[in-house]
């Protein structure tokens, strides 16, 4: 029981650890947003950056690019 709650403790640490990297990454994203909300936007970040890479348009502040 202590060794997987040793593991269980460590996922977490690694899990906070990654969605801190993540809000630091990615733009508009606050540090006290949920775990979710903060995978959602990353997300949508991530998509919108592939849409641009592949000459897809881009809607930014209503303006087309």
């Not at 269980?8 to 947003?33: A, D, G, M, T």
Request: net charge positive; aromatic share 8%.
């Amino acid at each position: 029981k202590k060794k997987s709650s040793e593991k269980e403790r460590v996922r977490n640490l690694q899990i906070k650890q990654l969605l801190e990297e993540i809000r630091y990454h990615v733009p508009f994203v606050e540090k006290n947003l949920s775990k979710i909300r903060t995978l959602r936007l990353a997300s949508e970040y991530i998509n919108h950056l592939r849409r641009i890479i592949n000459g897809e348009m881009v809607w930014i502040d209503g303006l087309i690019f």
